[in-house]
């Protein structure tokens, strides 16, 4: 078979790497038939010489498409694009509660798992129990699989997991089709799969991971936002106060770090939210105390600035869910897998 010529554009003023130009580049012309199953692709040297990339630049990009199974090579023959099985699409009908960066995550790193080989349509319910049945009523077999976030929201703004609608809501779907994500694991009947956190005891085990560090600290300070648009789960707080009694810890529970906080030295705060974390640092700045020695901080969930600010992280693996729940469509599993939950030390504690 001749090989196909492939009209990789390079944008040199851009500032995605060159490899990760290459990788769209193929995988695009495969979504759009351009690239055909079993069609023979240049080689790297020939692709490194008609793009003017380095070999390594071109060598990186198809071991990407090797692991996303765009591609495959035959030794002595050169690389083709894979079988049909294995691009193959499946539609995939995505609801999550809130557009957040965490939630993004574990959505950009379901997509990125499935490569070519899936089409997904993303929808947001806002935590509105009326949305997310709408959502659902108005595409129910339209998909092949419903990948579902369930978080919701009372009258008094507090997190509630599930209701008797959502649950019949739930049931509609039929269950080889349905993966849940993130919360819980309702009462619903049927086989299906499921990626989820356990609140209570994941923050319990993460603050128990971290205990000799906490040791040091007069008093643990939960910043919990009691009323917030976007609820959390009470098993957050449930399980920070069973840690803080098993642990002999004086403790509080706030709803938010407020302006001229009485911070005392040797109190560790855990916040949840970003704007918590930002207004906490900023007071501990502005009155000389430091940070890891006289005040401790701890957040929840993991973000690239946290990591770059040096701060503690307890925090959900997003990229790990997202893969899970794309590893269940793919091979059509119907598993219950609680999801990795870490405590990341760095220098605020």
Known sequence: MLTKTIDVKIRENSRIPKYKQIVDSIINDVARGNLKV?????????????????????????????????????????????????????????????????KMRIYNSFVNALGVKGHVNLYIYHCEESLFVKAIEKNLNAFDYYVIMPHFKDNNLNHASYTDKIIKTLESIPKEKLILLDNGKPNINGIYGSVYQDFRND???????????????????????????????KRIMHGFRQFCIEHNFDFEILDEIYEDMELQKLDVYVTIEESDLVNLV?????????????????????????ELLGITVISTDFKAMGESAAYMVLKNKKEKVKNVFKYIERNSV
């Open 203 to 233: 923050i319990y085990e993460a603050l128990k991971e971290g205990l000799e560090k906490l040791k040091k600290y007069d008093k643990i300070i939960l910043i919990y936002p009691q009323k917030s648009v976007f609820p959390y789960p």
């Open 282 to 306: 900023k007071q501990i700045r502005e009155r000389n105390l430091n940070l890891g020695e006289d005040i401790g901080v701890i957040s929840y969930n993991e973000t690239p600035l946290k």
């Open 38 to 102: 079993d069609q023979k692709i240049p080689s790297i040297n020939e692709l490194s010489e008609s793009c003017y990339l380095s070999r390594d630049t071109v060598e990186k990009a198809y071991r990407q498409l090797k692991k996303q199974q765009v591609i495959i090579s035959v030794k002595g023959k050169g690389y083709y694009i894979a079988k049909n099985d294995l691009i193959s699409k499946v539609n995939v009908f995505f609801l999550i509660n809130k557009p957040s960066s965490y």
